[in-house]
């Protein structure tokens, strides 16, 4: 095998739509730069945002922010909060909302997965600003849950890789984690 060497460091992720309120106004921007930080004990995620991204207004004044995972079916809406910005396009119709326990944060009906987030921190990065978030409260649609657990074939999750700006959806599952590796432990 033969490496070749690149400035490309890209993976398929989720996507996310990040949702705030600026000046009494929900707003929605799609973000490729997104992750989970902490499972457990507190769950934390991530979001990064260039800088003059309108969402980071309501962010940073509120306080709170809203993390929507948009299933393959939410493409087109899900591309576009992401091509127009809140600066001179008014995003607030384009999904129906609701709030979880505080009101600062708008989440989308429509979103297979929703979470409310308190930001608990701002990374400043050269032209971006990391958002680190403490995750409030969790809502999951109800038929994306099979036994008990989030069945990622139902929630069918958009995901997006900025190597060559193409959206994806997920495979098939390959393996189980914590037991695949158990037969090269050695006794």
Not at 26 to 46: E, H, K, M, Q, S
Not at 108 to 122: F, V
Request: neutral net charge.
């Amino acid at each position: 095998m033969s490496k070749v060497k690149t400035k490309v460091v890209s993976f398929p992720v989720p996507i996310c739509i990040a949702s705030s309120i600026i000046e009494g106004k929900v707003n929605f921007a799609t973000y490729g730069c997104f992750g989970l930080l902490a499972p457990r004990p507190i769950p934390y995620v991530y979001i990064g945002s260039v800088e003059p991204h309108y969402t980071n207004i309501g962010i940073k004044e509120n306080g709170y922010f809203g993390i929507n995972i948009p299933s393959v079916d939410q493409i087109k809406e899900t591309d576009y909060v992401g091509l127009v910005s809140g600066h001179n396009t008014d995003k607030s119709n384009v999904f129906k909302t609701f709030f979880g326990k505080v009101d600062k944060a708008p989440l989308i009906e429509d979103c297979p997965i929703n979470m409310l987030c308190k930001l608990t921190k701002t990374v400043d990065l050269p032209g971006r600003d990391i958002f680190i978030g403490e995750v409030i409260e969790t809502y999951v649609n109800q038929e994306c849950i099979t036994d008990g657990k989030l069945d990622f074939k139902k929630i069918n999750p958009l995901l997006f890789t900025s190597a060559n700006a193409k959206y994806w959806e997920l495979g098939n599952i390959i393996g189980s984690a914590y037991k695949e590796g158990k037969t090269m432990i050695q006794p």
